[in-house]
T-cell receptor
Framework: GAGVSQSPSNKVTEKGKDVELRCDPI?????LYWYRQRLGQGLEFLIY????????KSGLPSDRFSAERTGESVSTLTIQRTQQEDSAVYLC????????????FGPGTRLTVL | GENVEQHPSTLSVQEGDSAVIKCTYS??????FPWYKQELGKRPQLIID?????GEKKDQRIAVTLNKTAKHFSLHITETQPEDSAVYFC?????????????FGKGTRLSVIA
């Protein structure tokens, strides 16, 4: 079946503008994760959703970052009043519930804040 | 919370030689340890994983070893080829804590020189 998809693939914005990034997880995957990867760096956890439970927002770097997910479908990550340090690749991953352990990543959205 | 350290940050080997990447983790409750390969501009992809009930797992030229007492695990690539050049990330999580996110190391950039 289709893998995790993300849009847009690239986003260039001006400092101070808001951006929305979209993630379509693998159908049926109850867990969805957002990570940030700065250039040449590792994967930094931002937020994760598990079914209808309250999301774990412990990785969000500031209150300018928020995310939503409706049920077990699409998620959007919103960054308000973007700053240059927000420039990074934003990766989404999804995982099936229960014992399967594998997280499958999307191709990412490369965000550049000018 | 969990903390994963990964070494080395860069590694160059001659084609045909072996490569070893090492990770340590801090949370003794972690029991799932995947390795992801990320080629330039691509999404991270799972290449091998190990659970804490085994000490070693092999898949063709790739193997992972786990020492739970010392809280470290390693990736071994034998007979390296140019297409093995990529950034490799180790990660850890506790499978018994639901679908909590992976905690990643900072990555190792492997260059295989032909």
């Amino acid at each position: 079946g289709a893998g995790v998809s993300q849009s847009p693939s690239n986003k260039v914005t001006e400092k101070g503008k808001d951006v929305e990034l979209r993630c379509d997880p693998i159908s049926g995957h109850t867990a969805l994760y957002w990570y940030r990867q700065r250039l040449g760096q590792g994967l930094e956890f931002l937020i994760y959703f598990q079914g209808n439970s309250a999301p774990d927002k412990s990785g969000l770097p500031s209150d300018r970052f928020s995310a939503e997910r409706t049920g077990e479908s699409v998620s959007t990550l919103t960054i308000q009043r973007t700053q240059q340090e927000d420039s990074a690749v934003y990766l989404c991953a999804s995982k099936a519930s229960g014992s399967p352990d594998t997280q499958y990543f999307g191709p990412g959205t490369r965000l550049t804040v000018l | 919370g969990e903390n994963v350290e990964q070494h080395p940050s860069t590694l160059s080997v001659q084609e045909g030689d072996s490569a070893v990447i090492k990770c340590t983790y801090s949370d003794s409750a972690s029991n799932y340890f995947p390795w992801y390969k990320q080629e330039l501009g691509k999404r991270p992809q799972l290449i091998i994983d190990i659970r804490s009930n085994v000490g070693e797992k092999k898949d063709q030229r790739i193997a992972v070893t786990l020492n739970k007492t010392a809280k470290h695990f390693s990736l071994h690539i034998t007979e390296t080829q140019p297409e093995d050049s990529a950034v490799y990330f180790c990660a850890a999580r506790n499978r018994n804590s639901g679908n909590t996110p992976l905690v990643f190391g900072k990555g190792t950039r492997l260059s295989v020189i032909a």
